[in-house]
């Protein structure tokens, strides 16, 4: 987290600035990036890639870690820090880079210059440091991901609070006028002047009070409340006016919590104006003092709203016209009317594929009941030919003369598919009567040794088969190539640990 050395910046080259940004393209979806990932991410040969990794990694842009299952790089702040001010010097909004004029729990501020020369500053957003790790107690940042890297929260930061300066802005707030924004940097006014924290005398007193508790009322009015309204956040120019600055923490009046962040801003001042200069005033505002005239937390997405308050605060505005309403249940009807046509339709579908079924059976009883004798007997004549034919060990006690006897007959069949499904197939079909003079014995059986096994239960165990073995490949590949996996690099470094630490416990 140390100063930022922007000397490098120079010197770096295209492919340098190419590789910054496939390990963070990478650190999307990985903790630490392979260089074999990065190559591919920035299309560039591997060697030439692992001399870059190694330069960067030098110069601390990036850092080399060995993690559990594989060893890989990771972008540092400085790293990200380059990404955003070659963006921004490419715009022309950043030309110069100068001191740093502040420090904050979650941010570092600069002075810069742009290409006319004139001064603006610089915040870069710096959320993980140890002193405010809190995260989920303070910010909605996470909302329901369960882990987020540190970059990655300081840009939803930087975006948050450009968002917010812009929106307080445009609406006539003494706040510094927002320039351009890239990833955790923030580029607006440079004001002249100092924090609250550090002025110990002031002519009017009691105009500053009123000024601030003014401004927290019009900030309840527009919908949002601050969070953190205090003598650090308050900018005193050279002309004694106050600006209000830092708006990454902002919430809705509408929050659960609302009414204690607007008490905790309002006991923040009359503390301080108490402490330092001695002035305390029977006269504070009160949460119940808003009365809404704008809706800068449903423009911005604060925290604590959700669409239903959304559309509410829109309808009490007048933002949104009853016909529109209308107009939208109007169509949810028609939406549920559709929806329950298509359902109509397809039971009726379900219907008539039940009906068709149900005739194709019915098509096939009249069918067998009105074959003739002659035709039966032909029948018959051409199973005994397939059957004859199909058949290739077949131990016939009698002979084929006497097959079609009820009295003498007595089939032996083995290793044979075909039988089994021609009399589960083809018999079937028969009348009752005539199947009872075709198979009336008690001595005709049929073996066979081929698989009886259902062919849906065939395809699962194939496909649970390719699946496991899809699954061992790709557990394979993730292991890094050229050097050693680093759990088995582990394992040996405690090996060679203990072999060395034997001689002091006095073991053998």
Not at 103 to 118: L, P, Q, T, W
Not at 390 to 397: F, L, P, Q, S
Not at 451 to 473: G, N
Request: aromatic share 8%; with cysteine.
């Amino acid at each position: 987290m140390g100063k930022l050395n922007v000397t490098i910046l120079r010197y770096l080259t295209r492919d340098d600035f190419r590789v910054l940004t496939a390990i963070e393209m990478g650190m999307k979806n990985h903790e630490l990036v392979p260089a074999s990932l990065a190559a591919q991410i920035a299309n560039l040969r591997y060697g030439g890639v692992h001399k870059l990794l190694k330069e960067l990694c030098k110069h601390k842009l990036l850092s080399y870690e060995r993690g559990k299952h594989y060893d890989g790089y990771r972008l540092t702040n400085a790293g990200y820090d380059y990404l955003a001010l070659k963006v921004l010097a490419q715009r022309g909004i950043i030309n110069s880079f100068g001191n740093q004029i502040g420090v904050g729990k979650e941010s570092n501020i600069y002075i810069v210059a742009n290409d006319n020369g004139d001064q603006v500053c610089l915040k870069l957003h710096r959320l993980g440091r140890t002193c405010f790790r809190n995260i989920k107690g303070k910010r909605d940042y996470h909302q329901h991901r369960k882990s987020a890297s540190w970059l990655y929260l300081s840009r939803i930061s930087a975006t948050r609070e450009y968002a917010y300066m812009k929106a307080l802005f445009d609406r006539g707030f003494p706040v510094p006028e927002p320039i351009d924004f890239n990833r955790h940097c923030v580029v607006m006014e440079l004001v002249e002047g100092g924090p609250l924290c550090g002025v110990y005398k002031i002519d009017d007193v009691e105009s500053l009070y009123d000024e601030l508790m003014n401004m927290i009322v019009k900030l309840g009015n527009h919908g949002v409340i601050h969070g953190d309204f205090n003598e650090f956040n308050i900018m005193i120019t050279n002309s004694g006016k106050a600006i209000l600055i830092d708006f990454p923490q902002m919430i809705s009046t509408e929050h659960v919590d609302a009414k204690f962040y607007f008490e905790r801003d309002v006991n923040c001042v009359r503390d301080f104006f108490k402490r330092r200069f001695g002035y305390e005033s029977e006269l504070y505002p009160m949460f119940e003092d808003i009365l809404r005239e704008d809706c800068i937390d449903v423009e911005i997405k604060a925290s604590g709203l959700t669409k239903q308050m959304e559309k509410d605060l829109l309808k009490e505005m007048g933002m949104i016209e009853i016909e529109d309403e209308e107009i939208e249940e109007e169509c949810k009807e028609n939406v549920d009317e559709e929806n329950s046509i298509n359902d109509s339709e397809i039971n009726n579908l379900r219907l008539q594929v039940e009906n068709s079924v149900r005739n194709e059976f019915t098509s096939e009883e009249t069918f067998v009941n009105a074959v003739t004798n002659e035709e039966k007997n032909l029948f018959v004549s051409s199973t005994e030919n397939h059957i004859i034919a199909g058949v290739k060990n077949i131990d016939i006690c009698n002979s084929n003369e006497n097959m079609m006897n009820p009295n003498s007959h007595n089939l032996n069949v083995t290793n044979n598919e075909e039988t089994n499904s021609f009399f589960t197939t083809e018999t079937s079909n028969l009348d009752d009567e005539y199947v009872e003079t075709l198979s009336d014995s008690k001595s005709i059986y049929s073996t066979t040794t081929a698989a009886t096994i259902a062919p849906e239960i065939i395809k699962k165990k194939v496909k649970a088969a390719l699946q496991k073995r899809e699954k061992r490949d790709q557990s394979r590949r993730i292991l890094v190539k050229g050097e050693a996996n680093a759990v088995t690099r582990i394992r040996r470094e405690n090996r060679d640990t203990i072999k060395q630490s034997t001689g002091i416990w006095g073991w053998e």
